[in-house]
Structure formats: structure tokens, C-alpha cells
């Protein structure tokens, strides 16, 4: 079974900073990490799909790399801004058809 | 991607009551996934969804608590029966794309049992 940690659980940063958010997983037979935004009390929203056989992914200010020999994904967030304020969420998708394996995710308050 | 609409988008329930909650993708999907988040926790799936068989249920999930219906390629719906406080969470749908888009999930259904 698929075990996602996401460290750190929470974060409280000044606008602009640069952050980085890790997420690690226990099989690295993983078919692709997807890394989602949760505003409180809503649905997930897809910010990046990564891949077994890529190393990262950008969008905009967002960048999302993966290792699969060390289980690790890391979300980067550059000049982050008041708007980014949620929580994080990586999901890997295991060999088993269609499930997805969720951290708990890293709650992100960036003030301005 | 796929656009989920899920409804109702949040509810307030008595115990013992039953609440059906449901998801329309613009999109024939052949699997659909439910999931449950409970407060501060991420998201564990309660079971997936086929078109024409019985929805397959995780551990700890059973289908007299949460039946499932699956009619059609692009609709299903979840209940939660005989509801008790524990109960009280966000429900998400959601649907899997493309290779490249990956998965995509409705807008939730944040429940209360009081």
C-alpha cells in the first residue's frame, strides 16, 4: 500500500518569499504524482501532474519536480503571494487502476 | 479536463436521516471515484464507481452505509445512510482524464450530522 507524507504541515510565510513543499511516498512503482490546491471547505483543484517518466513540471509560478528512486516530490512556489494561502495536496497514483494515494497535506498562509 | 458538478455543495443533517449526494461529468467516464475527508484529514476513498457492476468498496467502507449508483457513463451518486456525527465531512467526487490531465474532482459536499 501506498503511504504519502507531506512535510511541513503547515507553513506562515511573508509575501514574496520562495517556498518549497515536500512530499514523500513509500512505493516507487508510483505511475504519476499530481499536486492539488484545497481552499477551505472546497474541492481540490489539479495544479500539476507529473509523470513516472518525468523529472518536473511548471506552471506559471509553480514548479513540481519527482524522484522516484528517493519517493520524493517537491512543489515550489516562487514570489508567493497572499492568493496561494491553501493547502497542498500530493497524490500518487499507485499500479492499482484508477486510485489515488493522498497525503495530508502542508496549509500554506503567505500574509502580505 | 472533465467538469464535475456535484450537488448539494453542503448540508445540514439530523442523525438517523439519509443524505444521496450527486455527480454529473460533461463527459462519459468509465470510473468514478467517491471520497471522504474528514475534518483536518486528507482524503481516503470510500469506493469506486462502474458503469453496469457494483461499485468496489475500500477497507472500512461497506455498501449498506454508502450505496452507490451507477447508471450511466456520466452520472452517479452516493449516499450516506443512517448518519451519525462521525459522518460529518467534505464528500468529493471525482473522475480521472487523460493521461496528461490526471485526475479531476467535483466541488465537495461539506455534510454536518447534528
Known amino acids: 500500500k501506498q503511504e504519502v507524507t507531506q512535510i511541513p504541515a503547515a507553513l506562515s510565510v511573508p509575501e514574496g518569499e520562495n517556498l518549497v513543499l515536500n512530499c514523500s511516498f513509500t512505493d516507487s512503482a508510483i505511475y504519476n504524482l499530481q499536486w492539488f490546491r484545497q481552499d477551505p471547505g472546497k474541492g481540490l483543484t489539479s495544479l500539476l501532474l507529473i509523470q513516472s517518466s518525468q523529472r518536473e513540471q511548471t506552471s506559471g509560478r509553480l514548479n513540481a519536480s519527482l524522484d522516484k528512486s528517493s519517493g520524493r516530490s517537491t512543489l515550489y512556489i516562487a514570489a508567493s503571494q497572499p492568493g496561494d494561502s491553501a493547502t497542498y495536496l500530493c497524490a500518487g497514483r499507485g499500479s492499482t487502476l484508477g486510485r489515488l494515494y493522498f497525503g495530508r497535506g502542508t496549509q500554506l498562509t503567505v500574509w502580505p | 479536463s472533465a467538469v464535475i458538478s456535484q450537488k448539494p455543495s453542503r448540508d445540514i443533517c439530523q442523525r438517523g436521516t439519509s443524505l444521496t449526494i450527486q455527480c454529473q461529468v460533461d463527459s462519459q467516464v468509465t470510473m468514478m471515484f467517491w471520497y471522504r475527508q474528514q475534518p483536518g484529514q486528507s482524503l481516503t476513498l470510500i469506493a469506486t464507481?462502474?458503469?453496469?457492476?457494483?461499485?468496489?468498496?475500500e477497507s472500512g467502507f461497506v455498501i449498506d452505509k454508502f450505496p452507490i449508483s451507477r447508471p450511466n457513463l456520466t452520472f452517479s451518486t452516493l449516499t450516506v445512510s443512517n448518519m451519525s456525527p462521525e459522518d460529518s465531512s467534505i464528500y468529493l467526487c471525482?473522475?480521472?482524464?487523460?493521461?496528461?490531465?490526471?485526475?479531476?474532482f467535483g466541488s465537495g459536499t461539506r455534510l454536518t450530522v447534528v
Open positions: 464507481a462502474n458503469q453496469g457492476s457494483e461499485a468496489t468498496y
Open positions: 471525482s473522475v480521472e482524464g487523460p493521461m496528461v490531465l490526471g485526475y479531476t
